[in-house]
């Protein structure tokens, strides 16, 4: 594992984008402001707070400016929206909560909107109707009723008075012809007595014949067109709120086309509030003739402005939205590389922030810490990883068997010699229970767990693919925090070791019973001889008996000699004496002296290899051959007539490697499934009257040749076929294996538990001097 730069590289996004991001946030800014600033001064100017005439190019003018800036802010929003969907597809970090927090803004920004648009509306609409019908439009025409009602007095009240003046004005008509002073001082009384300021009498072209008051005021005769319309029953009468008076004019009966006219002064005051009250209605009926218009006026207005505020509140929400989520994306970028693995990733901390920054620091202090304790577990990594790679390969070149155990009981250590000895892969065994993998170390276990010892020692025998091995096993507790112990399985092979001390010690029993048996055979033999040749003639009765006890005695003695010859032969094994010779010419020779000797059996030769040349003792191998094939004519001469049928052997020579491989095959009886191996120790034998020692003889001469006798079934050879399958293997240069020579040599003499001192043990459980009586009683 390699060492990571702990520099920290701030996380911050491009200069281009950084660059662009800013230059469109100023540029909605200044949007926004000019935008706001054209909806303020249209509203200013619409409602007559600035010296600017409203007129309707200058209202026009307006709206084209605020709706320009709509369109720019309208233009600057739909740009930000697609940048917004473009980084949502793209999934881009916290664009989610970008949108959601746009979503946000926008509807708090557009309900209010809306709301006050609906409001709005509806209020004018209410107020328009309230103003220009029901009690306003009345009290309106009420006002205009009620200035009216006192011009409307004054005229039936002149009129009145000039219907009586009239009357007496035409009695007096003589007067009028004959005394015209006398006429004037009448018609002045007469306008006195009726409260009016004078009179005056005027032909019917307007010319004024008598004339009596109106000295601070001129008044205007009627003109001649209007004076032909008046008759002597109905009087004109005229309210003239220009000059202040109401005036009224009659037709003289008994004058030719003479008239009266008359006139009465007003109040001013009320004149004057007549006439406001008479261009108030007058504005009012020209408003309610507008109606419609003044409401789309008003709705337009509102909606400039509030589409312009609406637009710009929706801008500046998002250039907030943008600045909330900026830190926000940087830290779940940092985030997501850290998740990579990258932590020297830091965001950039800017004060204006305010809670952002604030986990932003925090976010930056994690990654220092995580970077720093990364570091320490990189380098107690490489410690461990160094330390794991030369246990391994200690364990590796180890030539015993390590297995390690939990406090669980299952395995979670294997070297390649353990693998070797149970017969299971790494892959098939850790993480499973030991008493699966290996139940016969299940007692040395439970005493390792039960006992107060750190260290427990045995021997087991295990059963892997037909081939029976003894191992020598340690079990010895590794201490830990937890209320039970881990251990460490040692497993040495001792097999070869086993097998070699059996050997020597059935080979000291050998010499033993050569040494002690032989010795008296002669003088046995030689008594039964000359107790027949000399008794022989002279017993008569039972001669038959007496011959055949003799003969017994003689014939047993030469059996007894012969299994001495084996006996010594097998203690006093020649050591091979090693040339270049050919071993396919060697099986065929002793296939050929088989089939000579049981012409019944077809003894079939397949030579893979030829020649095959090897160093070996040609005498020896050729020996072992023999012995086998005629263990195998033996195993077939067994098997039942009816279920033989007709015995066959196959004899197949090849090289695999190294090694040169002899197999046997047979459809005999075959070999036991219990306790294959021991067939090869000496004096183990199947058969009644076999000695033991064929297999055990068979064996050590292919140790000899560096190799080992392979005990088979013939079903794995041919499928279905009954019988054994005997593979005899040694090395092409006939040396020994070193791993065995050395295996050999560094092993002691394994002493089982409870052997009395001073008695070396015997592999097989037995100790020599149970050998002796074994070998004694022809056990």
């Known amino acids: 594992m390699t060492s990571t730069d702990t520099s920290a590289k701030p996380f911050e996004p491009s200069p281009d984008e950084s660059r662009r991001w800013r230059l469109r946030r100023w540029v909605a800014l200044i949007a926004v402001c000019l935008a706001m600033g054209a909806a303020i001064l249209t509203f200013m100017v619409l409602t ?382 850790l993480d499973h229970p030991l008493s699966e993998v290996l139940p016969e170390l299940d007692e040395m276990m439970k005493t390792a767990r039960e006992g107060t010892q750190k260290l427990v020692q045995g021997q087991v025998t295990i059963q892997r693919d037909g081939n029976e091995r003894n191992l020598s096993v340690r079990v010895s507790a590794e201490q830990t925090n937890q209320s039970q112990d881990s251990y460490i399985i040692t497993l040495d092979d001792i097999t070869e070791l086993v097998s070699a001390q059996r050997t020597s010690a059935w080979g000291d029993v050998a010499r033993r019973i050569a040494h002690e048996i032989k010795n008296p055979l002669t003088p046995i033999q030689l008594s039964a001889e000359r107790i027949r040749r000399k008794f022989g003639k002279v017993i008569t009765e039972d001669k038959t008996i007496f011959e055949q006890c003799t003969d017994t005695i003689v014939r047993q003695v030469d059996d007894i000699r012969r299994m001495v010859d084996e006996f010594s032969r097998f203690a006093r094994m020649p050591k091979p004496v090693m040339e270049g010779e050919d071993v396919a010419d060697t099986v065929r020779q002793a296939v050929f002296l088989m089939k000579v000797a049981h012409p019944e059996i077809d003894i079939e030769t397949e030579i893979k290899t030829d020649p095959l040349r090897a160093q070996f003792d040609r005498r020896l191998i050729s020996q072992a051959l023999t012995n086998i094939i005629k263990n195998a004519t033996e195993a077939i001469e067994v098997v039942p007539p009816e279920e033989l049928g007709k015995g066959r052997i196959d004899v197949v020579a090849a090289q695999e490697g190294t090694d040169v491989l002899i197999d046997v095959i047979d459809n005999g009886i075959g070999l036991p499934k219990v306790a294959r191996q021991r067939l090869l120790e000496p004096y183990v034998t199947t058969r009644a009257k076999g000695t033991g020692l064929g297999l055990a003889i068979v064996g050590r001469v292919l140790e000899d040749h560096g190799g080992r006798l392979e005990l088979k079934d013939a079903s794995d050879f041919r499928s279905g076929q009954r019988g054994a399958w005997m593979r005899l293997r040694f090395a092409v240069s006939g040396q020994a294996v070193a791993e065995t020579k050395e295996q050999g040599a560094g092993q002691a003499a394994i002493t089982p538990a409870n052997t009395p001192a001073g008695e070396t043990a015997d592999p097989a459980g037995t100790t020599n001097n149970d050998t002796k009586i074994q070998a004694a009683t022809g056990t």
């Open 48 to 429: 007559g707070l600035t010296g600017i005439e409203p007129t309707p190019k200058v209202v026009n003018a307006f709206y084209l400016v605020d709706a320009g800036t709509i369109l720019v802010l309208v233009g600057i929003i739909l740009r930000e929206v697609w940048q917004l969907v473009q980084a949502r597809r793209r999934g881009r970090a916290a664009a989610r909560l970008h949108v959601q927090i746009v979503g946000l803004f926008s509807i708090i920004a557009v309900l209010p909107a809306v709301l006050v648009a609906v409001v709005a509306n509806v209020t004018i609409d209410r107020g328009l109707d309230r103003l220009f019908s029901g009690p306003a439009k009345v009290a309106i025409q009420n006002s205009l009723t009620i200035a009216r009602a006192y011009t409307n007095e004054h005229a039936q009240l002149i009129g009145g008075d000039i219907l009586a003046m009239a009357a007496e004005i035409s009695r007096a008509r003589p007067l009028y012809d004959q005394d015209r002073a006398s006429f004037v001082d009448l018609l002045s009384a007469n306008a006195d007595a009726r409260n009016l300021p004078g009179a005056m009498i005027t032909d019917k072209d307007g010319n004024v014949l008598v004339r009596t008051g109106f000295t601070r005021q001129p008044l205007q005769t009627p003109p001649p067109d209007l004076l032909k319309d008046i008759t002597e029953t109905e009087p004109y009468i005229a309210v003239l709120p220009e000059q202040n008076y109401v005036a009224a004019a009659i037709r003289l009966r008994g004058f030719d086309d003479m008239y009266l006219f008359v006139a009465r002064a007003l109040d001013p005051h009320i004149v004057e509030q007549l006439k406001q009250t008479e261009l108030s209605v007058a504005e009012y009926a020209q408003v309610e003739s507008r109606r419609l218009g003044i409401q789309v006026a008003l709705a337009l207005m509102f909606a400039v402005i509030a589409l312009t505020i609406l637009m710009a509140s929706v801008l500046l929400g998002l250039n907030f939205a943008n600045g909330l989520v900026a830190p926000i994306r940087q830290l779940m970028n940092a985030a997501h590389r850290v998740s990579t693995g990258d932590l020297n990733v830091q965001v950039p901390v800017h004060k204006s922030e305010g809670d952002l920054a604030q986990l932003g620091e925090t976010f930056n202090k994690m990654t220092q810490e995580l970077r720093t304790q990364r570091d320490e577990l990189v380098n107690a990594s490489d410690l461990i990883d160094s330390r794991r790679r030369f246990i391994e390969a200690v364990l590796s070149s180890a030539s015993a068997g390590i297995i390690g155990v939990d406090a669980s009981g299952s395995i979670g250590i294997l070297n390649r010699s353990a693998e070797k000895l149970i017969g299971h892969a790494e892959s098939e065994t």
